[in-house]
């Protein structure tokens, strides 16, 4: 007994003088790759912490993934013009959240865009020879275009919350979640994380982030990507805490023919690629606002997102661009935090 107790009290001296250091992990979900940080002396915690948050992300992929069949969503798209699909609470407020959002954008925002798949092949789908940017690369028909972007309208698609189905109209029609459910992902994440205890923390999946805290006396630094620059490379960064951090660039999933870059944002008024911004940067109370909004804000580009964020009255929400002419604007609010380390690099 007196063993025991001598053990565990150097147990409880050591613990009470760990210093805080900054724990990483990182899986695999959604499409993109998940990493959180921990400023803190609890490593263990950390880890069975981090395990429930992959739990919840793979849990959410799951149940929400447009490339999944058995998925909710891959259930709506398969029903398409049929029948109405059940949809758990989660899936329910997603797809709320979607519509409104596409009604205050204008249309702007519309899940409905995945009725495009197959036509712009700029994720697991895109030949080889887009990938390595060759002329052979083929564009798609100006008709083939056209006939899809018929398909695409928010307008028909009909959620019940008394029932709790969602419903496509039209045969053909589809949706995806992957503009807004990254954000709703890592909302949940940051819910679980302050759960556990822990206040000083970071939460990535791919451009979407949620910064709590700081690292002891420091504050936890956030950096935007040049959008033409070598993979890496930032031209700016600022003090981010208790806030989202999201961006959107034309460089993640695209490529370059004849001087043109084609990617995967997509402007639903068009059906072609948006071409007002190169990257948007969204500094948000929190991760879904953000992720969704970024989208709007990058196709409609730094003046007319200047005035849906006056017309919607988008409080605690900051924006910065990259326009399609390679110069930075900023609204005033993140202004006065972000330094710009160099302007973004040239090129298309």
């Not at 698609?157 to 969602?166: F, I, M, Q, R, S």
């Not at 045969?171 to 890592?186: D, F, P, R, S």
């Not at 205890?197 to 979407?208: H, I, L, P, Y």
Request: net charge neutral; hydrophobic share 40%; aromatic share 8%.
């Amino acid at each position: 007994m007196i063993r025991r107790v001598a053990a565990l009290a150097v147990l409880a001296c050591a613990t009470a003088h760990a210093e805080p250091r900054k724990i990483e992990y990182s899986d695999n979900v959604m499409g993109t790759v998940i990493t959180l940080w921990f400023y803190t002396d609890r490593q263990q915690e950390a880890a069975d912490t981090t395990k429930a948050v992959f739990d919840e992300m793979h849990r959410l992929d799951a149940e929400m993934s447009n490339f999944k069949p058995d998925s909710e969503i891959g259930k709506l798209n398969a029903a398409a013009g049929a029948k109405p699909v059940k949809v758990s609470d989660e899936t329910l407020a997603v797809l709320q959240r979607s519509l409104d959002i596409s009604k205050r954008s204008g249309g702007v925002f519309d899940i409905t865009i995945e009725s495009f798949r197959g036509v712009w092949k700029f994720d697991e789908d895109m030949d080889q020879a887009c990938k390595d940017e060759l002329p052979a690369c083929k564009l798609p028909d100006a008709a083939e275009i056209e006939a899809r972007r018929k398909l695409v309208n928010y307008h028909d698609l009909v959620v019940d919350p008394a029932k709790h189905t969602a419903f496509l109209r039209r045969k053909g029609m589809k949706v995806t979640l992957g503009g807004i459910a990254k954000g709703y992902a890592v909302d949940r994440c940051v819910d679980i994380i302050k759960k556990h205890g822990f206040a000083d923390f970071m939460v990535q999946a791919g451009g979407d982030m949620y910064i709590a805290g700081s690292k002891g006396r420091d504050s936890w630094i956030v950096a935007i990507r040049d959008p033409r620059g070598p993979e890496g490379a930032m031209f700016a960064r600022a003090p981010i805490k208790d806030h989202s951090f999201s961006t959107s660039g034309d460089y993640e999933r695209g490529f370059v023919k004849d001087g043109v870059r084609y990617h995967h944002i997509i402007d639903p008024r068009t059906g072609r690629p948006a071409t007002a911004s190169r990257s948007v940067t969204i500094r948000a109370h929190d991760a879904f606002t953000a992720d969704a909004w970024s989208k709007v804000m990058f196709i409609y580009g730094w003046k007319e997102g200047m005035e849906i964020i006056r017309r919607e009255k988008l409080d605690d929400f900051d924006v910065v661009w990259v326009d399609d002419k390679n110069e930075v604007h900023q609204t005033p609010g993140i202004a006065k935090d972000l330094t710009i380390l160099h302007q973004p690099t040239p090129g298309p």
